[in-house]
């Protein structure tokens, strides 16, 4: 059964960056498509970014393009967020999520799901 542990998360001032990792154990995480999301307290869960099953092909919401960067390292099984120029608003609990399919699609849909790391973005 694939397992997923996000980290990485923490404290950050505006303008600042963090890294965030997310390691798949159980399953191969070639066979998944990857990505991120986040949610505010309040607020439902917001996709931010996806890296193709077998293409590699990235897509990034418009709230964090230009800014966040994904990618993926099948030999260590670890899907990483790099983050920069964050702002206050990035603040929430950020998941990685798994997807038996080429692609990334809603939340709801994902084959499996961290629990979570904290991001705050605060000055």
């Known amino acids: 059964q694939l397992q997923l542990v996000e980290s990485g998360g923490g404290l950050v001032q505006p303008g600042g960056s963090l890294r965030l990792s997310c390691v798949a154990s159980?399953?191969?995480?070639?066979?998944?498509?990857m990505g991120w999301y986040r949610q505010a307290p309040g607020k439902e869960h917001e996709g931010l970014s996806c890296?193709?099953?077998?293409?590699?092909?990235?897509s990034y919401a418009d709230s964090v393009k230009g800014r966040f960067t994904i990618s993926r390292d099948n030999a260590k099984n670890t899907v990483y967020l790099q983050m920069n120029s964050l702002k206050p608003e990035d603040t929430a609990v950020y998941y990685c999520?798994?997807?038996?399919?080429?692609?990334?699609?809603?939340?709801?849909?994902?084959?499996?799901w961290g629990q979570g790391t904290q991001v705050t973005v605060s000055s």
């Open positions: 890296v193709g099953r077998s293409d590699g092909i990235t």
């Open positions: 999520a798994a997807f038996d399919q080429p692609r990334c699609s809603n939340w709801d849909l994902s084959d499996a």
């Open positions: 159980g399953v191969a995480m070639d066979h998944y498509a």
